[in-house]
């Protein structure tokens, strides 16, 4: 799975939806089908593209499968959002270092 995948999966808003209603617990085509406006065999394809981006897993269980979110799935969205924070953090410290670059230059300058 790439991030890109996964960012793919998740823009479609119904699929979003479908994909939070895992939150708590993993669950059956037919539980999820339940709480949206949308059939039974259009649940299933929507899980089964979250499925291919690597967002969740079906455990079978009898006759019946579960559908859950799989956490790893979404280390490499974190990671790669992260990754952003780190360049913000980094364009932030800079900043501040010029900032008190110029201070200490006004400083300099006034005891002058």
Same mark, same amino acid.
């Given at each position: 799975? /790439?991030?890109?995948?996964?960012?793919?999966?998740?823009? &479609?808003?119904?699929?979003?939806? @479908?994909?939070?209603?895992?939150?708590?617990?993993?669950? /059956?085509?037919?539980?999820?089908?339940?709480?949206?406006?949308?059939?039974?065999?259009?649940?299933?394809?929507?899980?089964?593209?979250?499925?291919?981006?690597?967002?969740?897993?079906?455990?079978?269980?009898?006759?019946?499968?579960?559908?859950? @979110?799989?956490?790893?799935?979404?280390?490499?969205?974190?990671?790669? @959002?992260?990754?952003?924070?780190? &360049?913000?953090?980094?364009?932030?410290?800079?900043? @501040? &270092?010029?900032?008190?670059?110029?201070?200490?230059?006004?400083?300099?300058?006034?005891?002058?």
């Amino acid at each position: 799975m /790439t991030y890109q995948q996964a960012f793919s999966a998740l823009a &479609d808003p119904r699929r979003r939806q @479908i994909f939070e209603s895992l939150r708590g617990a993993p669950r /059956t085509v037919a539980e999820i089908a339940r709480r949206q406006p949308v059939s039974r065999p259009a649940v299933s394809q929507h899980l089964k593209v979250l499925e291919a981006a690597g967002l969740v897993h079906a455990r079978a269980a009898g006759t019946r499968r579960y559908y859950g @979110i799989r956490r790893e799935g979404l280390a490499e969205l974190k990671g790669w @959002i992260e990754s952003f924070w780190d &360049d913000v953090l980094t364009s932030f410290a800079a900043e @501040i &270092d010029n900032q008190q670059g110029d201070l200490d230059g006004r400083t300099d300058q006034a005891n002058d």
